[in-house]
Nanobody
Framework: QVQLVESGGGLVQAGGSLRLSCAASGRTDSTYAMGWFRQAPGKERDFVASISWSGVNTVYADSVKGRFAISRDNAKNTVYLQMNSLKPEDTAIYYC??????????????????WGQGTQVTVSS
């Protein structure tokens, strides 16, 4: 069992930055891939970024490529999402997901074994 808790969301003006964190607890001795997904009001949950256990393999949605950066610190059992040049269309609840695998999730939310509760990101224009 793995528990994931997101933090770092909030209200920011367009063009601003936020850094989200996802702290894992419980079965943290296992290797796991991590990813970020987001869900806007009235929309389905979409892929944002993912990272393998090693941190070598990263994948980004086209809509955030060049603006967002995913990273992880396995010693701290934490994955991060640095979000720069934020746009109003980035407004959503951001969810952290984990897969018990050394390999990246890629863009596959259906491979997620554990989800966090989400953190709200609101970008004003």
């Amino acid at each position: 069992q793995v528990q994931l808790v997101e933090s770092g969301g909030g209200l920011v003006q367009a063009g601003g930055s936020l850094r989200l964190s996802c702290a894992a607890s419980g079965r943290t001795d296992s290797t796991y891939a991590m990813g970020w997904f987001r869900q806007a009001p009235g929309k389905e949950r979409d892929f944002v970024a993912s990272i393998s256990w090693s941190g070598v393999n990263t994948v980004y949605a086209d809509s955030v490529k060049g603006r967002f950066a995913i990273s992880r610190d396995n010693a701290k059992n934490t994955v991060y999402l640095q979000m720069n040049s934020l746009k109003p269309e980035d407004t959503a609840i951001y969810y952290c997901g984990a897969r018990l695998s050394r390999h990246s999730l890629g863009t596959r939310g259906d491979l997620v074994d554990y989800w966090g509760q989400g953190t709200q990101v609101t970008v004003s224009s």
